[in-house]
């Protein structure tokens, strides 16, 4: 299934089908949809990091001219106040975090709607706030929810803490492993809480029908997730309530979660009337996202020639006010990349008083194998070492027993490194003055539920419907798939990312999920669709299914002369047997993991601490690229996003708990003048439970840049940069102290 | 006879850290695993991902179990 | 307060609205004349995705009241180009794979215009430094510019 084949539309570069509609405007995203008799929501934030709310008085709110109806926390249904989403979507007895929502106004425009959330009072005992993770996990902390005690210690945990969680994996013997190194390095390193980014704010109009059918469109990774949260919190039926995936304007793993449609439905219910809620930029900072800040300990034990003999990670990951980091899959990829006999993880996952962490893009993997990959870079330098022969030295490969559980099957990480080895960037020295950096990263992939379906039309051209939001062109690589099956043109080939009542469910886009599963759920329909073809050109030619060959879009009778086109067929479909649907519903397996490799050369101005990229190599396995250029489009972006998690991004608190940049001036995100071009180098080994091979290239990329980018500017400066980001406040002092 | 092989974790309750079991699913391997280990809570398995011979199912049950797999449970991935 | 009524001209057509005084033009524009394809991504001018142009120069439609159009011609990436007569600008985004999300593309298409009217011929490092009030987060911005770099070419071939 997955040697080298050659294909007729995988692999090609077209215009992708949603291109049109984006250059031109047309494209509807989240905020993009009013509807008749609508009016506007807004959302009263807490102004303090940590509080308790004594009370909550509405009344002046509702009196005011022009607003239609306020919630509260008490508005949800009883049954579901005790779960954690809901009191993240609106304050129960506390205040969490700075920007906490507390209550909501709908009225009649914007404005009146500010007026309003003024004259809501509420009544707020203030306290302490719990920023980091070493004040989080010191005895005696002020705890943020009383009632959490920690799971997964070695004895169950009596007193109540900040600490949710503990979590272990161990392989081999680490004391054995640390005994026969001839080097031991160990390190602590940090990176901070950033946001995913998305340069469209959350937004959803919706309509609720007492009787019928309510409605949500917004912008979201996964619209039947969407609808199976807002549903379970308000207790509707799945089929009572319609989900509407507009186009959708960046997620990284921030649009998994839901925050305004329960809501909006809520005001939307009181009021009788559709309500839009859109975002402020301040909102989207302040209260959703964002990606997890940690902190982490390594150890790693090598032999003189490089061979790695125990590795040790400790971990601790910042959930925000609710448990659920992803400290999880942070233990499992922190040393993934290589093949070690002796290892041993442990995470912790902290509660303090920030947003609740969201997925991010390879969820956990960035910081934890961040400061694995700078220690693996030190200990280069300290055996006099390549930093990519160290690597090739105790690479994974198929057949290597990964320190989570399974055995990997063909995986392309030894490739990633070749590759870059013999790059011309890399077998050309840095420029004097300059610092390079080399790092790894690894991701799994997910399958999971997928669905899909093609309409053949009568003229012979095909509407594809499936239920993965598009966040970086999968319509174009669905399109391909089918195009591939059935034979006929993409351009013939309509996809569609249809609604929650228009095909079946769909797991969210996340994972780098999508184009292999989806794409595997597109592919079984396209497939269910040529075996109709067959079937009624066999009964049209009196032969039996088996002796029709399909090819090229043609169907041709082996057991005698005749030929019928796609088009043929399905203009005469309604006469042999109805209308022609293809179906794929699928629980999608063998996920293929993905591993990336970079290279960075930067420079360094030593009087500002500012750094400059000069140069950018980045290799993924993608399995197959079914789209080659929005498979660099992925490599390119996650590079991007890791440099500035790597140099600029962080959140920057004050004293009191509250966020002091929660706009694009203050947390910076690169700008084009930062960067130079990115060079992608896409490594293709087939993922072996996939048609195509494919592996999925959404995620691995962004982990490479944080060690990379910051190896580099350690090796310019001369000093090592433990602790995320590399600004140039931090770099001056580095420097000033070296 | 299929061989699981447990994680530390599993291995709390399992207190060994392979064991062969005969099963042609992952719901006969599964009902084979709670019956050897009856102090084990189902959901330390029944919630997780399986490898089996290298092929990760997120949400495992009708999966087949060859005579000679190698099979591993491992935490859920949701991703970004 | 009372509304304010504004004549002015968008995309070569006259338009006239009414609006609150402290309404801005992007407010208006998305709202008042349902022309959706500008994107607000900040409303503090620091993302580029209200891009348009005020007789010809390029604002961020965010940070200009819309009563400030009176008078004035507006353009929106709504006036550029449609699907069946696309601009050179928008062919090469699609060519060059230049976005993935698409929320960044409406500014990035109005930007370039401005960019490549005002200088036919930028150096890469002239486009980046355009460019840097239009923030993309999906594309790295690589292929964007090597978008904007060929249109430009391509301009200077028709031209």
């Not at chain 1, 607003?67 to 049954?79: L, M």
């Not at chain 1, 081999?172 to 901070?192: C, H, K, N, Q, W």
């Not at chain 1, 089918?482 to 469910?505: F, N, Q, S």
């Not at chain 3, 995705?49 to 004035?72: H, M, P, Q, W, Y």
């Amino acid at each position: 299934m997955s040697e080298a084949k050659d294909y007729k539309y995988v692999g090609t570069r077209r215009v992708r089908p949603d291109g049109y509609d984006k250059v031109t405007g047309r494209a509807n995203y989240g905020a993009d949809l009013t509807l008749p008799g609508m009016i506007w929501g807004r959302i009263l934030r807490s102004p303090h990091a940590h509080a308790k709310i004594k009370g909550i008085n509405t009344s002046k709110a509702e009196a005011h001219p022009g607003v239609s109806a306020v919630v509260t926390f008490q508005d949800f249904p009883e049954k579901s106040q005790g779960s954690p989403l809901a009191q993240n979507i609106l304050a129960n007895e506390k205040a969490l975090y700075h920007g906490h929502a507390i209550a909501a106004v709908a009225a009649k425009t914007v404005q009146i709607a500010e007026e309003a959330l003024g004259l809501i009072e509420v009544d707020y005992e203030v306290l302490t706030p719990v920023m980091d993770l070493d004040t989080a996990m010191a005895d005696g902390a002020t705890l943020i929810n009383e009632n959490l005690k920690t799971v997964g210690l070695p004895e169950p945990a009596t007193e109540a803490s900040n600490i949710a969680a503990r979590q272990e994996l161990k392989i081999g013997d680490i004391d054995a492993g640390f005994a026969e190194a001839d080097v031991i390095l160990e390190r602590e390193y940090s990176t901070p809480t950033v946001h995913q980014g998305y340069i469209e704010p959350h937004a959803c109009t919706v309509r609720y029908d007492e009787n019928g059918q309510s409605m949500v469109w917004c912008c979201t990774q996964g619209h039947f997730d969407v609808r199976a949260s807002t549903a379970n919190l308000l207790g509707m039926e799945l089929g009572k309530l319609k989900v509407v995936a507009s186009e959708i304007g960046g997620g990284f793993g921030g649009k998994t979660t839901i925050y305004l449609e329960p809501v909006a439905l809520m005001l939307s219910k009181k009021s009788g009337n559709p309500v839009k809620i859109v975002m402020d930029r301040d909102e989207v900072f302040k209260a959703s996202g964002p990606g997890a800040a940690t902190k982490s300990w390594i150890k790693i034990g090598a032999k003189k020639d490089g061979t790695f003999t125990a590795m040790q990670a400790k971990m601790a990951f910042e959930a925000g006010a609710f448990p659920g980091s992803p400290v999880g899959p942070g233990t499992m990829t922190v040393f993934a990349p290589y093949d070690v006999a002796n290892a041993k993880v442990e995470g912790f996952d902290v509660l303090v008083n920030k947003p609740k962490v969201a997925a991010y893009r390879a969820p956990g993997a960035p910081q934890a194998e961040f400061a694995s990959e700078m220690l693996i870079n030190e200990l280069a330098e300290k055996l006099g070492m390549d930093m990519i022969d160290i690597r090739l030295k105790n690479a994974a490969r198929e057949g290597t027993q990964a320190l989570y559980g399974p055995k990997f099957r063909e995986i392309g990480f030894i490739e990633c490194l070749e590759q870059c080895k013999a790059s011309e960037h890399y077998q050309n020295a840095v420029a004097e003055g300059n610092g390079r950096g080399v790092g790894a990263g690894f991701w799994f992939n997910i399958g999971g539920v997928s669905s899909a379906v093609i309409h053949m039309n009568p003229d012979g051209t095909a509407t594809l419907l499936e239920g993965s939001p598009d966040i970086g062109g999968s319509r174009a690589s669905m399109q391909s798939m089918a195009a591939e099956e059935l034979g006929i043109a993409p351009e013939r080939i309509k996809p569609i990312v249809a609604d929650t009542e228009m095909v079946a469910h769909n797991d969210t886009t996340g994972g780098s999920r999508t184009t292999f599963a989806t794409g595997m759920a597109v592919i079984e329909a396209a497939q269910d669709v040529v075996r109709q073809f067959k079937e009624r050109a066999a009964s049209t030619w009196n032969v039996t299914p088996e002796q029709v060959e399909w090819a090229d879009g043609v169907a041709r009778n082996t057991a005698g002369d005749g030929e019928m086109t796609c088009q043929e067929i399905c203009a005469s479909a309604g006469r042999t047997g109805g209308q022609i649907t293809g179906r794929g519903n699928i629980n999608a397996r063998g996920a293929g993991p993905s591993f990336s490799v970079h290279i960075a050369d930067v420079a360094v101005d030593k009087d500002t601490g500012k750094v400059d990229v000069v140069r950018y190599t980045a290799s993924q396995d993608a399995g197959r690229a079914i789209h080659p250029s929005y498979v660099e489009g992925q490599i390119q972006g996650g590079s991007v996003q890791g440099i500035g998690w790597a140099l600029n991004e962080e959140y920057i608190y004050s004293d009191d708990g509250l966020l002091e940049n929660p706009g694009f001036l203050d947390y910076r995100i690169p700008l084009a003048s930062d960067l130079p071009m990115i060079d992608p180098i896409v490594v293709e080994v087939p993922n072996p439970f996939h048609p195509y091979g494919v592996r999925g290239v959404g995620e691995a990329n962004i982990i490479p840049p944080l060690a990379t980018v910051a190896t580099a500017v350690g090796n310019a400066i001369g000093r090592p940069m433990p602790d995320l980001p590399c600004s140039p406040p931090r770099v001056l002092k580095a420097i000033q102290e070296g | 006879m299929a061989l699981v092989i447990f994680s530390s974790e599993l291995q709390k309750f399992t207190g060994e850290e392979r064991v062969e079991v005969s099963a042609s699913t992952y719901r006969q391997l599964v009902d084979g695993i709670l019956k050897r280990y009856p102090d084990m809570p189902p959901e330390e398995i029944t919630e997780k991902a399986v490898s089996i011979d290298g092929m990760i199912i997120q949400d495992p049950l009708l999966d087949p179990v060859d005579e000679n797999s190698e099979v591993h449970f491992l935490d859920r991935i949701s991703g970004g | 307060m009372a509304k304010v009524h504004v004549s002015t001209s968008v995309n070569g057509e006259p338009t006239e609205f009414l609006c609150e005084p402290h309404d801005t033009l992007l407010d208006v524009l998305r709202n008042e004349l349902n022309m959706t394809g500008t994107k607000e991504g900040c409303g503090s001018g620091d993302c580029g995705a209200c891009s348009v142009t005020v007789n010809d120069r390029l604002v961020c439609s965010c940070l200009v009241l819309g009563a400030e159009a009176e008078g004035k011609e507006i353009g929106t990436v709504e006036g550029i180009g449609n699907n069946d007569s696309l601009h050179v600008i928008q062919e090469k985004f699609l060519e060059h794979a230049a976005l993935q999300c698409g929320i960044c593309t409406p500014g990035l298409i109005v930007s370039t215009k401005a960019l490549l009217e005002e200088n036919p011929s930028p150096t890469e490092e002239e486009a980046r430094y355009y460019l840097a009030g239009n923030l993309c987060r999906c594309t790295g911005y690589d292929k964007i510019i090597r978008a904007v770099m060929d249109a430009a070419e391509s301009m200077r071939g028709a031209a």
